[in-house]
Nanobody, 112 residues
Framework: QVQLVESGGGLVQPGGSLRLSCAAS????????MAWYRQAPGKERELVAV????????YYLNSVKGRFTISRDNAKNTVYLQMNSLKPEDTAVYYC?????WGQGTQVTVSS
């Protein structure tokens, strides 16, 4: 019943921006922290950002600090990842996560 559905990925040039969305259902969204992970080709999945249940506490991977912003809209059961100043090394499949639940991922490709 739990579903996490990512959207917003795509192809963007270095320096560009994308906003990822994750629509959640099947659980009480407001009771859970949410996270974004990513997995690049040949690399392990890594934690990118975490947002707390009220959105005031967060964590960012060092390499994305200052460029990415995680946010949530509890009324919409949606978590976002705003990605600015994108770099080729940001290329990965981005996954939405809550507890042990995962979305299917959305591809982000940063290339010139």
């Amino acid at each position: 019943q739990v579903q996490l559905v990512e959207s917003g990925g795509g192809l963007v040039q270095p320096g560009g921006s994308l906003r990822l969305s994750c629509a959640a259902s099947g659980f009480t969204f407001s009771n859970y922290g949410m996270a974004w992970y990513r997995q690049a080709p040949g690399k392990e999945r890594e934690l990118v950002a975490v947002i707390g249940i009220v959105g005031s506490s967060n964590y960012y991977l060092n390499s994305v600090k200052g460029r990415f912003t995680i946010s949530r809209d509890n009324a919409k059961n949606t978590v976002y990842l705003q990605m600015n100043s994108l770099k080729p090394e940001d290329t990965a499949v981005y996954y939405c996560n809550a507890n042990e639940w995962w979305g299917q991922g959305t591809q982000v490709t940063v290339s010139s």
